[in-house]
């Protein structure tokens, strides 16, 4: 069982620039409501199926297996409705703490988000310059919610 503790944050793409091609990632859901999620995912050349619990503040219980990329694929057209969730994650270290920026693609173009796991809820950390508004509770921003209602459909 693994729990993850996870924080979440707009990107202001003015203050960050990528500094490599990132990986590319390519989700889908079997199941995905606000209880739990059960998630396919391919990124780069793995792919994962993952199972993640209601969220409580910004802790939630994640399970994640490593599957064959042919059989994900199969889920992910098969079982999953579409739209997918394209994006490409960046990994970046920022005061000894690893930052991963999704730079999203298609419905959700535009959106940059960073996210950082943490070793318990009330851990300090130093933000980036780079991020602004905290989004880790706003569930417009959870990628199963993306998949359904999309960035390009937010009310400015």
């Known amino acids: 069982m693994h729990t993850e503790i ?3 944050f707009l990107v202001n793409m003015d203050l960050w620039k990528p500094i490599d091609e990132g990986v590319y990632y390519r989700q889908g859901y079997i199941s995905a409501n606000n209880e739990r999620v059960v998630r396919v995912r391919i990124a780069g050349q793995s792919a994962f199926l993952g199972v993640k ?4 503040n910004f802790t939630r219980y994640e399970f994640e297996y490593e599957i064959p990329v042919k059989d994900a694929e199969l889920l992910l057209e098969l079982f999953c409705k579409k739209p997918h ?9 920022h005061c000894g703490k690893l930052w991963e ?6 419905e959700n173009d535009g959106l940059v988000v960073a996210e950082i796991e943490l070793e318990s809820e009330d851990e300090i950390i130093k933000l980036p310059e780079f991020v602004t508004d905290e ?3 706003d569930q417009r921003y959870f990628n ?3 998949h ?9």
Do not use: G
């Not at 920026?101 to 298609?106: E, N, R």
């Open 101 to 106: 920026i999704d730079v999203f693609h298609s």
């Open 53 to 56: 619990s209601l969220m409580a």
């Open 144 to 146: 199963f919610n993306l």
């Open 6 to 8: 996870e924080r979440k």
């Open 148 to 156: 359904r209602k999309p960035f390009s459909s937010f009310s400015a």
């Open 135 to 137: 989004v880790s509770t």
């Open 85 to 93: 969730i394209e994006k490409h994650r960046h990994r970046e270290t």
